[in-house]
């Protein structure tokens, strides 16, 4: 399928398994340059080769890790100076850890948000400066169905996706004037190691 993005710049975080690897095997089929980021060096750089050699290209990996400001930007810095730009932002890095509310303490709350919540809004923030400029780009936030189907096993994951939801409406109402999209993606199940 040609969906005219050969050539574009694509960031994918949260790269290197599931979903992100996904989307780097189609933004590279599509003939598009690609970087993935992820904390463990040693899958990401596998992850980047398999991609690589799949689809006759190189995939860049950036080893970061995405819960802090610091480590986004480092990341994001890094993607531009490897791909030239960044055209499409697939924010997609944090997995949420479930559990029996009253069982959850305030660090894991605050350790999960900071990957999944802050870590998208984070790279929004650092990547829409450099759309602007460049006269437009793409922002897709993978968010989890949990968003609108609450369970109260998965309470930190179900408000961090609806806080989420809210973040990717208001900020493509923002965005828009400048030629930038933002969309939400909300897979269902999918078949990973999770």
């Known amino acids: 399928m040609d969906l005219q993005l050969r050539n574009k710049t694509v960031l994918i975080t949260g790269g290197s398994a599931g979903i992100g690897l996904a989307c780097a095997h189609l933004f590279a089929a599509e003939g598009c340059s690609v970087a993935i980021v992820a904390r463990e060096p040693d899958r990401l750089a596998t992850a980047a080769r398999l ?6 290209t190189q995939v860049h990996a950036i080893a970061a890790d995405l819960a802090s400001l610091a480590g986004i930007e ?3 810095d890094a993607a531009v100076g490897k791909l030239g730009r960044i055209d499409v932002l697939v924010n997609n890095a944090g997995s949420i850890r479930a559990g029996a509310f009253l069982d959850i303490p305030d660090a894991q709350w605050i350790e999960d948000w900071n990957l999944k919540v802050l870590g998208y809004v984070r790279a929004a923030r650092h990547v829409l400066p450099m759309m602007i400029r460049q006269g437009g ?26 806080a989420l939801v809210h973040f990717t409406k208001g900020l493509s109402e923002v965005a828009a004037k400048d030629g930038i999209f933002v969309k939400a993606a909300s897979p269902g199940a999918v078949q990973t190691e999770r």
């Open 137 to 162: 780009g793409r922002i897709v936030n993978v968010i989890g169905t949990a968003a609108r189907q609450a369970n109260p096993n998965y309470l930190v994951g179900g408000a961090a996706n609806a």
């Open 74 to 76: 480092t990341a994001i």
């Open 51 to 56: 991609v690589g050699e799949k689809h006759g």
